[in-house]
């Protein structure tokens, strides 16, 4: 082989190297900024009374003369899943039960709800 060639063949082998590096990083960045899997159906189906954080919307709570908890509060993040899973399918007091949210998006909005968990 050419002097030239060999060269040639290093520095393509050095340039796939570095791409192949440069996508894992950005790959795992990307990981990284992924948005929780419940963010999305929280934030259309709960948010409007919930707050993007879980906190209590005081207009909403004005309009339904009801008293909306803090979702990440002591009382609120206490009841377990399946309670908490029995307030979206069913409503609890004020809050009508929330119609047409899928299992498994109701699982990810409570894996979501932990987050609002005050320390
Ligand atoms: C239209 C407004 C509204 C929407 C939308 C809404 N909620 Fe509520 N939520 C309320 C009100 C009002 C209460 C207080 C009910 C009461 O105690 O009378 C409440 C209470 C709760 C509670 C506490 C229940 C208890 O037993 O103390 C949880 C948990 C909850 N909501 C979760 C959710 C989740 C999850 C969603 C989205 C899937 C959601 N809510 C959507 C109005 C709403």
Known sequence: MRAEWR???????LLAAAVAQTFA????????????PGKDIYERRCALCH????????SVAKMLQAEIPHLGSPR???????????VVKDGAGKMK?????????????????RTFKKP
Request: hydrophobic share 40%.
């Open 97 to 113: 039960a929330m119609k047409g949210i899928a299992d498994m998006d109701i699982t990810n909005i409570i894996a979501f709800m």
């Open 76 to 86: 609120v993040q206490s009841k377990s899943d399946a309670e908490i899973q029995k």
């Open 7 to 13: 060269n040639a063949t290093f520095a393509a082998g």
């Open 51 to 58: 707050g993007p954080d879980g906190s209590p919307q005081e």
């Open 25 to 36: 990083q950005s790959a795992s960045l990307a990981a990284d900024k992924k948005p929780h």
